[in-house]
């Protein structure tokens, strides 16, 4: 087990990507704070029993939840080892179409919940980095924050921020023992990237769901999304000690889209 | 007064010619150079030397000529093959040809010009290509070979700097007689075009003054602060995701 005796957190943890974290990170022995806004979330109808984690209610634009939420890690643990960032939302918008309501939403999340929750972490993150270990912090980036999807335009500067964010925080922490990396992911299967296909019909070209999905994939050189769980198997390893020497990096995962050049039909 | 040089490698065609008969316009004189006779067409005002940049042998006799001239204060490095293969299928008489030009061709025409480039000044253009960041399929040396070019500007910039400025482009679609052959095999070469156009931001495919245009503004004092960069000039498209547009 590669995370045995530490101590995670990870926001957005009832999404499709967080709840792998979570249950991954259990199995990998780690004791986990599964931190969203309720404790079943809206993705599934599982019962709170059947759900992963130690539940703690966190919405990431509010200081006061941050601020409980370590409150609670530091009484129980006294330290957390691991932050995961995962919490963010998509406005699938140009940006003429996009209130001032929904940019600033976009940033609330995705940005400033990434801040905060960053910042009131580490001081249980620098106590965990004691004695030669070192403690690990994941942003989620994306993609989308290198290149452009068509109408995301809040998304992708959301994610570029994030990326920049990471890069700051490595520099100034790493001293500290604690180790900033991103993740990148590229198109994964989760409720956000269904609805991004059922989105707001303004795309698709007359394509049934099934076929957009299909031509999705086709462009991937993998011919595949990802899953929830290939993002969890790259977070745990850049969790463990293994990658004690990995920070400051934005770890693209996205089945090689990102490697190709426009694929035009000759 | 003497004028100042400029070289231009592979200058009988596409990108090359058009540069050669910008830095004209601008002023310079021009030594073009490739591995034919001089074109019928080539202008009258340049010169010509026909020479393979491959061999140090044709790269110290393109540098001599144009140093006879006068100053060398320009040096575009422009002379590239395309071999459409992957790793499997290329032999290793692909790999000379291409990495002979593409890449020790730069080197040698670089190492030829720098030592009287850094006394009095100068500036060289290495014309990369978006390849050497994202993969175009079936054109594995090609790709690697300008990845190459890329990290060669940047030493050069760093080594030969304050007098030498060194930069390099990277092109996306730029319509030469080597794109249009490539339309032209198409099953429908109109769709084909249709769906190329829908790939680029700014509604055209690119054209070799495109690239002259940012070669022209690199080796000009407009410039003077520019080093060891890379300069994308794909009318967007690399900015895009590589998904086929129109699908949302």
Same mark, same amino acid.
């Given at each position: 087990?590669?995370?045995?005796?530490?101590?995670?957190?990870?926001?957005?943890?009832?999404?499709?990507?967080?709840?792998?974290?979570?249950?991954?990170?259990?199995?990998?022995?780690?004791?986990?704070?599964?931190?969203?806004?309720?404790?079943?979330?809206?993705?599934?109808?599982?019962?709170?029993?059947?759900?992963?984690?130690?539940?703690?209610?966190?919405?990431?634009?509010?200081?006061?939840?941050?601020i409980?939420?370590m409150?609670?890690?530091?009484?129980?643990?006294?330290?957390?080892?691991?932050?995961?960032?995962?919490?963010?939302?998509?406005?699938?918008?140009?940006?003429?179409?996009?209130?001032?309501?929904?940019?600033?939403?976009?940033?609330?999340?995705?940005?400033?919940?990434?801040?905060?929750?960053?910042?009131?972490?580490?001081?249980?993150?620098?106590?965990?980095?004691?004695?030669?270990?070192?403690?690990?912090?994941?942003?989620?980036?994306?993609?989308?924050g290198?290149?452009?999807?068509?109408?995301?335009?809040?998304?992708?500067?959301?994610?570029?921020?994030?990326?920049?964010?990471?890069?700051?925080?490595?520099?100034?922490?790493?001293?500290?023992?604690?180790?900033?990396?991103?993740?990148?992911?590229?198109?994964i299967?989760?409720?956000?990237?269904?609805?991004?296909?059922?989105?707001?019909?303004?795309?698709?070209?007359?394509?049934?769901?099934?076929?957009?999905?299909?031509?999705?994939?086709?462009?991937?050189?993998?011919?595949?999304?990802?899953?929830?769980?290939?993002?969890?198997?790259?977070?745990?390893?850049?969790?463990?000690d293994?990658?004690?020497y990995?920070?400051?990096?934005?770890?693209?995962?996205?089945?090689?889209?990102?490697?190709?050049?426009?694929?035009?039909?000759? | 007064?003497?004028?100042?040089?400029?070289?231009?490698?592979?200058?009988?065609?596409?990108?090359?010619?058009?540069?050669? =008969?910008?830095?004209?316009?601008? +002023?310079?004189? *021009?030594?073009?150079?490739?591995? $034919?006779?001089?074109? &019928? !067409?080539f202008?009258?005002?340049?010169?010509?030397?026909?020479?393979?940049?491959?061999?140090?042998?044709?790269?110290?006799?393109?540098?001599?000529?144009?140093?006879?001239?006068?100053?060398?204060?320009?040096?575009?490095?422009?002379?590239?093959?395309?071999?459409?293969?992957?790793?499997?299928?290329?032999?290793?008489?692909?790999?000379?040809?291409?990495?002979?030009?593409?890449?020790?061709?730069v080197?040698?025409?670089?190492?030829?010009?720098?030592? =009287?480039?850094?006394?009095?000044? +100068?500036?060289? *253009?290495?014309?990369?290509?978006? $390849?050497?960041?994202? &993969? !175009?399929?079936?054109?594995?040396?090609?790709?690697?070979?300008?990845?190459?070019?890329?990290?060669?500007?940047?030493?050069?910039?760093?080594?030969?700097?304050?007098?030498?400025?060194?930069?390099?482009?990277?092109?996306?679609?730029?319509?030469?007689?080597?794109?249009?052959?490539?339309?032209?095999?198409?099953d429908?070469?109109?769709?084909?075009?249709?769906?190329a156009?829908?790939?680029?931001?700014?509604?055209?495919?690119?054209?070799?003054?495109?690239?002259?245009?940012?070669?022209?503004?690199?080796?000009?004092?407009?410039?003077?602060?520019?080093?060891?960069?890379?300069?994308?000039?794909?009318?967007?498209?690399?900015?895009?995701?590589?998904?086929?547009?129109?699908?949302?």
């Amino acid at each position: 087990m590669r995370l045995q005796g530490k101590t995670a957190l990870v926001t957005g943890a009832r999404g499709g990507i967080g709840r792998a974290i979570v249950a991954r990170f259990e199995r990998e022995g780690a004791r986990v704070y599964a931190a969203d806004l309720t404790e079943t979330g809206s993705i599934s109808n599982a019962s709170a029993a059947e759900l992963p984690g130690n539940f703690v209610k966190l919405d990431v634009t509010s200081e006061a939840d941050a601020i409980n939420a370590m409150q609670r890690v530091r009484a129980d643990v006294g330290h957390l080892d691991i932050l995961i960032n995962a919490a963010g939302i998509e406005i699938e918008k140009t940006i003429e179409d996009t209130t001032l309501d929904e940019w600033n939403r976009s940033f609330a999340v995705n940005v400033t919940g990434t801040f905060l929750t960053s910042k009131h972490a580490l001081p249980l993150m620098r106590a965990a980095a004691q004695n030669g270990a070192t403690a690990s912090l994941i942003n989620f980036g994306s993609y989308d924050g290198f290149i452009a999807d068509p109408g995301l335009a809040a998304y992708c500067a959301t994610k570029g921020a994030v990326h920049a964010l990471t890069r700051a925080m490595a520099c100034d922490h790493g001293p500290e023992g604690i180790r900033v990396n991103a993740i990148c992911p590229g198109y994964i299967d989760t409720p956000m990237l269904q609805s991004f296909f059922t989105g707001d019909g303004s795309g698709g070209g007359g394509k049934s769901i099934d076929d957009l999905q299909q031509a999705v994939r086709d462009v991937h050189p993998m011919r595949s999304y990802g899953t929830p769980d290939d993002i969890a198997n790259l977070v745990t390893w850049l969790a463990s000690d293994e990658a004690r020497y990995a920070s400051g990096q934005l770890w693209i995962l996205d089945g090689g889209l990102s490697a190709q050049v426009q694929q035009m039909k000759l | 007064m003497t004028q100042d040089i400029a070289i231009i490698t592979g200058a009988a065609g596409g990108i090359g010619r058009a540069v050669t =008969d910008r830095l004209l316009s601008d +002023g310079f004189g *021009v030594l073009g150079c490739g591995r $034919s006779p001089r074109p &019928a !067409d080539f202008p009258g005002a340049a010169h010509w030397v026909q020479a393979s940049v491959a061999a140090p042998a044709g790269a110290a006799q393109i540098a001599r000529t144009a140093q006879d001239l006068g100053p060398v204060t320009v040096l575009v490095n422009n002379a590239g093959v395309q071999i459409e293969k992957t790793v499997a299928d290329t032999t290793d008489a692909d790999w000379d040809l291409l990495m002979g030009a593409n890449c020790r061709g730069v080197f040698n025409m670089c190492r030829a010009v720098l030592p =009287d480039m850094s006394r009095y000044g +100068g500036s060289i *253009v290495n014309i990369g290509s978006i $390849s050497a960041t994202v &993969a !175009d399929p079936s054109m594995a040396l090609y790709n690697a070979s300008k990845a190459f070019v890329h990290g060669l500007t940047r030493s050069i910039a760093v080594d030969h700097g304050p007098n030498v400025r060194c930069n390099a482009i990277a092109p996306g679609w730029i319509m030469t007689d080597m794109a249009e052959d490539g339309f032209a095999l198409a099953d429908d070469p109109a769709k084909a075009m249709q769906d190329a156009l829908a790939r680029h931001p700014v509604g055209r495919m690119g054209m070799p003054t495109d690239v002259a245009n940012m070669v022209a503004w690199l080796v000009s004092d407009q410039a003077a602060y520019v080093s060891g960069a890379s300069f994308t000039v794909d009318g967007g498209m690399t900015a895009a995701s590589p998904l086929n547009p129109g699908l949302f």
